[in-house]
């Protein structure tokens, strides 16, 4: 990757982080015991966007399946598809069936672990004209580390992907990160150094799909070794299952130097060698920070202060989040 591209990744402010798992032999185990088809359900489910807790809804379907009466019929389908051999994106188009081709090089971005930018145009426009310029220009700074593909929204063939992501003008660039999410939205006053600031750090885009997906995101900071790590990983993550439809809980290494703009947002103190915990509103406010210990309590209590704190989209610099709403 440019070396520019790779400090802008590492100095953004703002992966939920998608986490692929590698595809292993048949009677190999992943590290949490599951199978192959395990491995390759937990992928396709994030890369489908799959949004019903119960099971796999996917990214086509126009609700959350809450009754899950879909998903044994896509397990179903997606068992038989697995036993043919399919994997990847060629598991991915069994199961969407044709897709618009700008949707299929987003999805294979994902499986790919790259950022992905979406420009959709019109002919004619001389913004649109100026903007083809600069991402042709960022295209020989990144190579094939970003994907770019261009959307013309006057093309009936594009009516589905410009109705999905509610694009009514030209032009539009959206930034998606690894794991699907979208970082940056931009309408005018595009630069290659503007582009290169929306690459975030995995983690963060971890916090970004889960406030996306209306979560309050439950976050602890800890490193191997650090002081009460494996008690407070305990009580986050059972009260994380208890509030499991409400709440995302994620985890960031302070010696993960990729995250290190994140760290500073945050504003952690790694000499003190303590773990911390953050409460992080669906504005992407810090709605509480606890350092050492925390009780079940004391993150009910910060959970319902976040839930009835009305707030709109937080401005820069008001939380990891704070710049999501656009």
Not at 133 to 146: F, M, N, T, Y
Not at 165 to 178: G, Q
Not at 233 to 248: A, E, Y
Not at 309 to 324: E, F, K, M
């Amino acid at each position: 990757m440019h070396k520019k591209i790779l400090g802008n990744m590492i100095a953004g402010l703002c992966a939920l982080t998608l986490v692929f798992f590698f595809v292993l032999d048949a009677n190999a185990k992943t590290l949490d015991g599951g199978d192959k088809e395990n491995s390759e359900l937990a992928r396709m489910k994030a890369v489908l966007n799959c949004g019903c807790e119960c099971g796999l809804t996917l990214a086509h379907c126009a609700k959350e399946d809450a009754d899950c009466t879909v998903r044994p019929t896509l397990l179903s389908r997606l068992e038989r598809f697995m036993a043919e051999g399919k994997r990847g994106m060629d598991l991915v188009r069994a199961m969407e069936g044709p897709m618009n081709p700008a949707k299929e090089q987003i999805l294979e971005a994902r499986f790919q672990d790259r950022y992905a930018i979406l420009f959709f145009s019109q002919k004619g426009s001389l913004a649109c004209e100026e903007i083809r310029h600069v991402l042709s220009k960022g295209k020989k700074l990144w190579g094939d580390e970003v994907v770019i593909t261009e959307v013309d929204i006057n093309k009936k063939e594009n009516d589905k992907i410009r109705e999905e992501y509610r694009i009514y003008s030209a032009p539009r660039v959206l930034v998606f990160a690894p794991n699907g999410v979208i970082v940056s939205e931009f309408k005018k006053n595009i630069t290659v150094d503007g582009l290169e600031n929306a690459f975030v750090t995995p983690a963060t885009a971890h916090i970004l799909r889960g406030l996306q997906d209306k979560r309050v995101i439950f976050l602890m900071v800890q490193g191997d070794g650090w002081k009460n790590a494996e008690n407070v990983r305990k009580t986050v993550s059972g009260v994380g299952d208890i509030l499991r439809n409400s709440v995302r809980v994620l985890h960031v290494n302070p010696g993960d130097a990729g995250e290190e703009s994140l760290l500073r947002t945050l504003k952690v103190d790694k000499d003190k060698n303590q773990s911390l915990t953050y409460v992080i509103s669906q504005s992407g406010q810090i709605g509480s920070r606890f350092e050492g210990p925390v009780s079940r309590k004391d993150l009910f209590m910060a959970f319902q202060k976040v839930l009835t704190t009305r707030s709109g989209c937080g401005g820069s610099g008001s939380g990891p989040g704070g710049n999501t709403c656009k």
